[in-house]
């Protein structure tokens, strides 16, 4: 269903322009399957070709995703209560924010191209956080322009290769999404040991 509808907006981008990218990209940032980081790819290697102006193209494209990066941020602030009442006693809840907050600006930077998969949750975690909403849109934008820059930059560089582009990019970006967890299963593991064998010392003394 995802490949039909991103190969809809694909093929449209070449009649509507402009709009259809912005549009393709504010979709994507708040959740929907239109194969966002395809068409910044699409477009850069399109622009190669002449069909479309890259600058004019790239400044939509930042404001499309960044109206949905803002609304996706707005959801999770106007949910914040709910969450609060259903998870806010949570010592899980309360570390995730604790660490959210040390290292947001990290989170919703990466976020924007290196491991986009955990672009939305993010979002929404900035917005239910309380996060500023002025920090949350400094470092998104500039995670967006390094996305466009970056994908539609691939895509302009390799032309009528830039599927095999994107192929990558998708591989790459499933193995940095891995380790991440990896890692971070790893991280919250050596964490709660500490924990443990500090209790364990105080409970001795």
Known sequence: MSDTISGFFLTQVINYGAPLFALTLFL???GLPVGASLMVIAVGAFSQQGY???KGMAILGLLGAGLGDMLSYGMGH???DWVERRFGESPTWINARGNFDKRAWAAVFLTRFLVTALAIPTNLI????GYKF???????????ITWIILYGGLGYM????????????????????????IGAGIWL??????RTHATEQAIQN
């Open 126 to 129: 900035a917005g239910g956080s």
């Open 28 to 30: 994507g940032a708040v």
């Open 52 to 54: 479309f102006d890259w």
């Open 158 to 181: 390799f032309g009528t290769q830039w599927e095999l582009v994107y192929e990558f990019i998708g591989n790459f970006g499933g193995f940095v999404l891995g380790t991440v967890i």
């Open 189 to 194: 593991a050596r964490r709660q040991s500490g």
């Open 78 to 80: 106007y949910s914040k």
């Open 134 to 144: 002025k920090h949350f849109m400094l470092y998104d934008i500039l995670g967006e």
